[in-house]
């Protein structure tokens, strides 16, 4: 009978001595901690690898050694949860979990752990295997993408009530620009855009241009509103418009005639308006168009009365003054034959009067021009220097200051000029000094006259704009307040008594304007 070989034994040895070495290999290496629990109790490890002390810091004799080992060292937030929820083990047959535990350096890491239920051939629960990895780095980014996630929706949250905004300011906007065509396409005001060449071409109108018998598709575009002015009137029109801009104004008002579409010509006031870029380059105008035909219309109506009632007030004046001629000359003769000093006296007093009405005459033609022309931008240094034409002012020295102002104003402007220096001369007693300037003020302009004469009485400063009050006419402030009045203009005595006179005359907004820059 043939020895049995050891060769073959020997060889199965060493493959199995192998086969442990590669296994122990493999755990000690693996990123994953392979284990072995009992079933329920304590649910105590009976085998830990011992890779568990190069990822968690402990032995693994220490987790089989102490049952309660695991429990203690699973974060007490977490502890009540993984012990009650491992035993659904027993009904599934498996188990998966995450939960924070204790590191031997006093750090807690995130464990993904997982169980499987191992049943002998009866199919009796045996044992569980599983395995934990650390996934703290997972984790980690987990929460960072959470708070990056809560920040992504915190920021769309805030950006779509933005936008809920912006969309209820846009709905509130397109509502607002309805509402205005509405009241545009009411309104007797025609909207117009403009561009900067030559013919002016139509780049916008409101939908009121009915009113001249087109609609906005036939005029944007197609006709140029070179083609709306009074062929008479555009080179004016073109001339007013290359002046203002040449002065820099923003805006500045127009009168011309237009043509409707059957041919009809009507009277417009137009307020223009420069538009410019984000550069200030002038791109085009805008304008503001009004029908003011039925005023014109007025305006003629009252010229020609006007005219008839300065006629008459020309020849009555002429008369009266011819017969005051005769009277005064009649006086004469008679103080010159008369003897008795009572007649005299008489005779003087009835002169006196007839002086007295001579002046009235006078004033009133002067008065009768007022308002007569329409206002207009009048020079207030050129409407100085000429209202101080031929007054005696060679002991007074004059100063003004305007500053290229211009004034909307009766084109009689010179004459309150003319009234105030006149007033002073004759009531100021020792004027010497005359200065006038302008500043502005919380309601527009202030023209201020002052001189250096004996000023107005307190109780004064209302009755001197009053018709009569005063030695003279008593015409001539009175005069000054009405041609101011006329658009809107006010004067005011303001001086300290005994130190001089001062006027001010108030200018509203957009009354004045400097060579370069429009009161606005």
């Given at each position: 009978?043939?020895?049995?070989?050891?060769?073959?034994?020997n060889?199965s040895?060493?493959?199995?001595?192998?086969?442990?070495?590669?296994?122990?290999?493999?755990?000690?290496?693996?990123?994953?901690i392979?284990?072995?629990?009992?079933i329920?109790?304590?649910?105590?490890?009976?085998?830990?690898?011992k890779?568990?002390q190069?990822?968690?810091?402990?032995?693994?004799?220490?987790?089989?050694e102490?049952?309660?080992?695991?429990?203690?060292?699973?974060?007490p937030d977490d502890?009540?949860?993984?012990?009650?929820?491992?035993?659904?083990?027993?009904e599934?047959?498996?188990?998966?979990h995450?939960?924070?535990?204790?590191r031997?350096?006093g750090?807690?890491?995130?464990?993904h752990?997982?169980?499987?239920?191992?049943?002998?051939?009866n199919?009796?629960?045996?044992?569980?295997?599983?395995?934990?990895i650390?996934v703290?780095?997972?984790?980690?980014?987990?929460?960072?993408?959470?708070?990056?996630d809560?920040?992504?929706?915190?920021?769309?949250?805030d950006?779509?009530?933005?936008?809920?905004?912006a969309n209820?300011?846009l709905?509130?906007?397109?509502?607002?620009?309805?509402?205005l065509?509405?009241?545009?396409?009411?309104?007797?005001?025609?909207a117009?855009?403009?561009?900067l060449?030559?013919?002016?071409?139509?780049?916008?109108?409101?939908?009121n241009?009915?009113?001249?018998?087109?609609?906005?598709?036939?005029v944007?575009?197609k006709?140029p509103?070179?083609?709306?002015?009074?062929?008479?009137?555009?080179?004016?029109?073109?001339?007013?418009?290359?002046?203002?801009?040449r002065?820099?104004?923003d805006?500045?008002?127009?009168?011309?005639r237009?043509?409707?579409?059957?041919?009809?010509?009507?009277?417009?006031?137009?307020?223009?308006?420069?538009?410019?870029?984000?550069?200030?380059?002038?791109?085009?105008?805008?304008?503001?168009?009004?029908?003011i035909?039925?005023?014109?219309?007025?305006e003629?109506?009252?010229?020609?009365?006007?005219?008839?009632?300065?006629?008459?007030?020309s020849?009555?004046?002429?008369?009266?003054?011819?017969?005051?001629?005769?009277?005064?000359g009649?006086?004469?003769?008679?103080?010159?034959?008369?003897?008795?000093?009572?007649?005299?006296?008489?005779?003087?007093?009835?002169?006196?009067a007839?002086?007295?009405?001579?002046?009235?005459?006078?004033?009133?033609?002067?008065?009768?021009?007022?308002?007569?022309?329409?206002?207009?931008?009048i020079?207030?240094?050129?409407?100085?220097?000429?209202g101080?034409?031929?007054?005696?002012?060679?002991?007074?020295?004059?100063?003004?200051?305007?500053?290229?102002?211009?004034?909307?104003v009766?084109?009689?402007?010179e004459?309150?000029?003319?009234?105030?220096?006149?007033?002073?001369?004759?009531?100021?007693?020792?004027?010497?000094?005359?200065?006038?300037?302008?500043?502005?003020?919380?309601?527009?302009?202030?023209?201020?006259?002052e001189?250096?004469?004996?000023?107005?009485?307190?109780?004064?400063?209302?009755?001197i704009?009053?018709?009569?009050?005063?030695?003279?006419?008593?015409?001539?402030?009175?005069?000054?307040?009405?041609?101011?009045?006329?658009?809107?203009?006010?004067?005011?005595?303001?001086?300290?008594?005994?130190?001089?006179?001062?006027?001010?005359?108030?200018?509203?907004f957009?009354?004045?304007r400097?060579?370069?820059?429009?009161?606005?």
């Amino acid at each position: 009978m043939s020895r049995p070989s050891c060769k073959t034994s020997n060889s199965s040895i060493g493959e199995q001595a192998n086969i442990k070495n590669r296994l122990d290999y493999l755990l000690a290496n693996n990123p994953a901690i392979i284990y072995t629990s009992r079933i329920g109790g304590d649910w105590a490890a009976n085998f830990v690898s011992k890779n568990i002390q190069g990822l968690l810091g402990y032995r693994s004799e220490e987790f089989i050694e102490n049952p309660d080992f695991l429990a203690s060292h699973i974060h007490p937030d977490d502890r009540e949860r993984v012990l009650r929820n491992v035993e659904k083990i027993l009904e599934i047959g498996f188990h998966v979990h995450e939960y924070r535990f204790l590191r031997k350096d006093g750090i807690y890491v995130w464990i993904h752990d997982e169980l499987r239920l191992i049943r002998d051939e009866n199919g009796k629960p045996v044992e569980c295997v599983g395995f934990m990895i650390d996934v703290s780095a997972r984790k980690k980014a987990e929460e960072e993408l959470r708070r990056y996630d809560l920040k992504l929706q915190k920021l769309v949250k805030d950006r779509t009530i933005e936008l809920e905004k912006a969309n209820q300011d846009l709905r509130k906007a397109f509502e607002r620009l309805r509402e205005l065509e509405t009241i545009i396409d009411r309104s007797p005001a025609i909207a117009f855009l403009w561009g900067l060449t030559d013919d002016m071409p139509i780049e916008f109108v409101s939908n009121n241009i009915t009113q001249f018998g087109y609609s906005p598709d036939e005029v944007v575009g197609k006709i140029p509103y070179a083609k709306f002015v009074h062929p008479d009137d555009l080179a004016q029109v073109r001339s007013e418009i290359a002046e203002c801009t040449r002065k820099d104004l923003d805006e500045y008002p127009l009168e011309y005639r237009m043509l409707t579409k059957t041919g009809e010509t009507r009277w417009v006031y137009d307020r223009t308006f420069r538009r410019r870029d984000s550069r200030g380059t002038d791109i085009g105008h805008q304008g503001i168009v009004v029908d003011i035909t039925e005023r014109k219309r007025a305006e003629e109506a009252l010229q020609r009365v006007n005219e008839k009632l300065q006629l008459m007030g020309s020849v009555t004046r002429h008369d009266a003054l011819n017969q005051l001629a005769v009277l005064t000359g009649r006086l004469e003769i008679a103080e010159t034959t008369a003897r008795d000093d009572n007649v005299l006296t008489q005779l003087q007093k009835i002169k006196t009067a007839a002086g007295t009405i001579r002046r009235q005459l006078e004033f009133t033609a002067d008065y009768q021009q007022t308002g007569v022309n329409k206002p207009e931008w009048i020079s207030a240094e050129r409407a100085f220097l000429s209202g101080i034409m031929g007054l005696s002012l060679a002991q007074v020295s004059l100063s003004h200051k305007f500053d290229d102002l211009e004034v909307f104003v009766d084109p009689m402007f010179e004459k309150v000029f003319h009234n105030l220096v006149d007033d002073s001369l004759r009531h100021g007693k020792k004027v010497t000094k005359i200065n006038l300037c302008c500043e502005k003020s919380r309601d527009g302009l202030v023209i201020i006259y002052e001189d250096d004469g004996v000023g107005i009485p307190e109780e004064e400063k209302v009755k001197i704009f009053e018709p009569g009050h005063g030695k003279h006419t008593g015409y001539g402030l009175f005069m000054a307040r009405a041609i101011l009045g006329i658009t809107g203009l006010t004067i005011e005595e303001t001086g300290i008594p005994g130190n001089g006179a001062r006027f001010e005359i108030h200018v509203p907004f957009g009354q004045y304007r400097s060579d370069s820059k429009r009161s606005a």
